[in-house]
């Protein structure tokens, strides 16, 4: 366990300490719903850790290292940027799924963009949010975010 780890730890045990300590059948009704929250989620976590083994087991580690680790190319972050465009995976999803991309050996900058693009814009989503805010504003905030996610991806690169 690293150091990070363990002091959101020690962390967590000090709040939850000082809220037993404060109001007891409040701390513990958060618990209860806490943990009826969880059960819920039990079927989604299988759920992505079932769609990330998957996805693995169609695309094996060579070929994304092959395609998305070596080669960082710009042309390399617009394609990933792109399929992040037209792709619609929830948050918890993505995250998971992009770690397993980056333990598989791909680069930071392609799997940056990927995931950023992902969750800033929405190709899938576009008559929804069409009809909502109108098509200028639609097409408008899908660009800049397609635009400010290939920034942010390259940008990565160079900080890491």
């Known amino acids: 366990m690293d150091i990070f780890t363990l002091i959101f730890w020690v962390i967590t045990l000090l709040w939850f300490t000082f809220s037993i300590l404060k109001d007891k059948k409040k701390t513990f009704n958060a618990v209860k719903m806490s943990s009826g929250m ?13 769609l990330i083994g998957l996805i693995l ?3 094996p580690p060579e070929s994304i290292q092959q395609y998305a680790g070596q080669s960082s190319s710009l042309l390399t972050t617009v394609i990933f940027a792109l399929i992040g465009c037209v792709t619609l995976i929830p948050a918890f999803v993505a995250f998971p799924l992009v770690g397993s991309l980056m333990a598989a050996g791909a680069n930071i900058v392609p799997v940056t963009a990927f995931l950023t693009t992902l969750t800033m814009v929405g190709i899938v989503t576009f008559p929804l949010e069409k009809k909502e805010f109108g098509t200028k504003f639609t097409i408008i905030r899908n660009s800049l975010s397609f635009i400010f996610a290939i920034v942010i991806a390259l940008l990565m690169g160079v900080i890491l």
């Open 38 to 50: 969880m059960k819920h989620m039990a079927g989604e976590i299988i759920g992505i850790l079932f």
């Open 57 to 59: 087991t169609f695309i």
